[in-house]
T-cell receptor, first 120, second 114 residues
Framework: DTAVSQTPKYLVTQMGNDKSIKCEQN?????MYWYKQDSKKFLKIMFS???????INETVPNRFSPKSPDKAHLNLHINSLELGDSAVYFC???????????????????FGPGTRLTVL | AQSVSQHNHHVILSEAASLELGCNYS??????LFWYVQYPGQHLQLLLK??????LVKGIKGFEAEFIKSKFSFNLRKPSVQWSDTAEYFC????????????FGKGTRLHILP
């Protein structure tokens, strides 16, 4: 029943390792996002994909690489993890409203439960 | 530059008190406005949203917000808070273009005393 799910919920790893976080949505949405929430709870968008096409790519290190195998999945792979990568990562999804093939607006975003990444 | 400003970082109220959390934004063009809530240890959930129409929007759990275009504001209100409203509240805005990204405020931590 879970609308937006993420795995794992907790991830503890050593500096320098490579790790992946998976996200899946069963809402039939066509747009998915990755956000980083830092220790001060500030939420910042990292990436956004619409129908497997990258549409938002904020200034994040290229150690972070999103991969969208299909509309329902957006995974986040992180290479060479650093201490500063420790945060909670949220996946979200939404639907882009269109009319006659023209974009109207992006509808409400629904968030996953988050993945707490701790880099030691 | 696009931004969302939440004036109160930490608010402490007693149960049954009235609540108003401020949110101002700077964003060119048509805006869509949101309030999200994050209960301790949980993910963000939508409280309410404004896309168009009546500027007074009612959300879940007795919350409402008023969009005042001339003031670039979207303040959140609740007439009588409960202990279970203790959470972090985020105001957010996005535009109507396909690649517009949603911008979140820094959040307001609300603590309700029983």
């Amino acid at each position: 029943d879970t609308a937006v799910s993420q795995t794992p919920k907790y991830l503890v790893t050593q500096m320098g390792n490579d790790k992946s976080i998976k996200c899946e949505q069963n809402l039939g949405h066509d747009t998915m996002y990755w956000y980083k929430q830092d220790s001060k709870k500030f939420l910042k968008i990292m990436f956004s994909y619409n129908n497997k096409e990258l549409i938002i790519n904020e200034t994040v290190p290229n150690r972070f690489s999103p991969k969208s195998p299909d509309k329902a999945h957006l995974n986040l792979h992180i290479n060479s993890l650093e201490l500063g990568d420790s945060a909670v990562y949220f996946c979200a999804s939404s639907l882009q409203r269109t009319s006659g093939g023209f974009f109207l607006r992006t509808d409400t975003q629904y968030f996953g439960p988050g993945t707490r990444l701790t880099v030691l | 530059a696009q931004s969302v400003s939440q004036h109160n970082h930490h608010v402490i109220l007693s149960e049954a008190a009235s609540l108003e959390l401020g949110c101002n934004y700077s964003y060119g063009g048509t805006v869509n406005l949101f309030w999200y809530v994050q209960y301790p240890g949980q993910h963000l959930q939508l409280l309410l949203k404004y896309f168009s129409g009546d500027p007074l929007v009612k959300g879940i759990k007795g919350f409402e917000a008023e969009f005042i275009k001339s003031k670039f504001s979207f303040n959140l209100r609740k007439p009588s808070v409960q202990w279970s409203d203790t959470a972090e509240y985020f105001c957010a805005v996005n535009g109507d273009n396909r690649d517009d990204k949603i911008i979140f405020g820094k959040g307001t931590r609300l603590h309700i005393l029983p």
